[in-house]
């Protein structure tokens, strides 16, 4: 598969296909079918797919990770792991109601396609609209596979995002520690920007500092660890304008 091989709606087919087999009949009786050639057909008619081979076979990429009878794509083994880790992480808690009811968010929101009735708690909203970043997706997929890189196996994981402090995540192996910042592309190739917060750490740790690029996320993700990126890339700065945003303040004291 090549980097411009992404299918245009390739979020809410990989949702589709995580629910089919995960709920199976469950799933599709939320859509007001009761068999899966209809909800094919349901997919078709609202412009998610071209054909319902096209749902099927993203529902084959999904069954070789659930307890279902079908064996789908069982020939790519994991390769396509990452991306049920990704949907498990946000929503593998919700029963098929629940799960059925994220989907039917998402067709509102990108396909104009309304229900009648969505029962969606705000955190799960919250969750819905970081499904499309890259970021999160690669991260993920670090954490879960950072020890197949020769450099970091075996190495203890501790997660700095929440710091903002110009790195994902601190790596320790023997006494030693690096730092790795985490780029996702969809592609083999592509760019990646450096917030001045990243920058600056990486000049400061130099080769204790990786960068570490997960490359061709549409299909089987790889790694590519560049370490040092301030010496060993071309960076050029870009002055942004600042947002400026709204703030309230109190007017009176609490008591």
Not at 218 to 233: A, G, R, T, W
Request: neutral net charge.
């Amino acid at each position: 598969m090549n980097q411009n091989s992404k299918h245009k709606n390739y979020e809410i087919l990989n949702l589709l296909g995580y629910g089919l087999s995960k709920f199976g009949k469950d799933f599709i009786q939320e859509f007001g079918v009761t068999n899966k050639s209809a909800f094919y057909k349901y997919c078709v008619d609202i412009n998610i797919a071209d054909t319902g081979s096209t749902i099927k076979n993203r529902m084959d990429l999904f069954d070789p990770f659930f307890p279902n009878n079908r064996k789908g794509w069982w020939q790519k083994g994991d390769a396509y792991i990452h991306r049920k880790e990704l949907i498990d992480s946000m929503f593998g808690k919700e029963n098929s109601h629940e799960y059925a009811n994220i989907v039917k968010l998402y067709l509102q929101e990108h396909f104009n396609i309304h229900s009648n009735y969505l029962d969606i708690r705000p955190i799960i909203k919250s969750r819905f609209k970081q499904l499309q970043q890259t970021g999160l997706e690669a991260e993920l997929y670090f954490m879960n596979n950072f020890n197949s890189i020769n450099r970091f196996n075996g190495a203890t994981l501790e997660d700095a995002r929440l710091f903002g402090d110009g790195y994902d995540f601190q790596l320790t192996i023997n006494n030693n520690c690096y730092l790795a910042e985490v780029k996702g592309i969809r592609g083999l190739k592509g760019k990646f920007r450096m917030t001045e917060n990243e920058y600056m750490k990486a000049s400061e740790y130099k080769e204790e500092y990786f960068v570490t690029l997960v490359l061709n996320m549409n299909d089987n993700p790889k790694f590519l660890l560049i370490d040092n990126p301030v010496k060993n890339l071309n960076f050029e700065k870009v002055v942004t304008k600042s947002r400026e945003t709204n703030e309230y303040h109190l007017k009176d004291y609490i008591c």
